[in-house]
Structure formats: structure tokens, C-alpha cells
């Protein structure tokens, strides 16, 4: 009995310290990479294809980038189409920012963290 209350109590803790806290750098850095055009390490090149609050220059081939939270309630979800929107789509126009290593794993929860605030 003492086992299980000792796991029961531990285990939500233990969880709450894996959480990556969205911090605003997060944010800041994740619109950088957003924004960038190419040319430059990091780029997310984002504005070539969707509109963005605050973006210059918009295409407009892909989706406005609003509502993203209610969009993709789960971060894993939003994770999986930035690594690889041709598991979604396989016909896609939108590049593969983590399977073919444009963006790092880190620069790609700095946009989620960015695209969040949308």
C-alpha cells in the first residue's frame, strides 16, 4: 500500500519536471526561425507559403498560420506534420523541416512554441 501512494504521488511530480516550459525566449526564437527567409541557417522560411500575423510578403499557397493551438490541440501532432507533412499528405508542397534536417529538433519546438501564440 505504501508502494502504491509513494508511486501514485511521485509519478504526477516526476511528469511535470519532463514539461518543457514554453519560455519567451522559446517564442522570440521560434518567430526568428518563422520569419527567416533563405540564406541563412535555421531558416523556417514560413512566409514563402502562409500568412503570418505580422509577416511581410506572405504566399499564399498554404494555409494562414491562425488558430494553431485549436487547430493542433496536440503538440505531438503539430510536431510530426513540421517533421514531416508527407505522413499527412504525400503529395505535400511543404518541406520535411526535420527529416531532412532543415530544422533541428530544438528549432522545431522553438516554432511550436511560437506558433502557439497564434
Not at 9 to 20: E, G, Q
Not at 85 to 112: C, Q, R, W, Y
Request: charged share 20%; with cysteine; hydrophobic share 40%.
Amino acid at each position: 500500500m505504501k508502494k502504491t501512494l509513494a508511486v501514485m504521488f511521485t509519478l504526477p511530480m516526476l511528469l511535470s519536471s519532463l514539461a518543457i516550459p514554453v519560455l519567451a525566449d522559446n517564442v522570440a526564437e521560434g518567430k526568428k526561425i518563422a520569419f527567416q527567409r533563405r540564406g541563412t541557417s535555421g531558416v523556417g522560411n514560413c512566409l514563402a507559403c502562409h500568412a503570418i500575423a505580422d509577416g511581410e510578403s506572405p504566399g499564399n499557397m498554404g494555409p494562414p498560420l491562425v488558430a494553431i493551438k485549436a487547430r493542433f490541440p496536440n503538440r505531438n501532432d503539430l510536431r510530426a506534420r513540421l517533421y514531416d507533412p508527407t505522413v499527412a499528405n504525400p503529395i505535400s508542397a511543404m518541406p520535411p523541416f526535420g527529416k531532412h534536417g532543415i530544422l533541428t529538433d530544438e528549432e522545431i519546438e522553438k516554432v511550436i512554441d511560437y506558433l502557439y501564440t497564434l
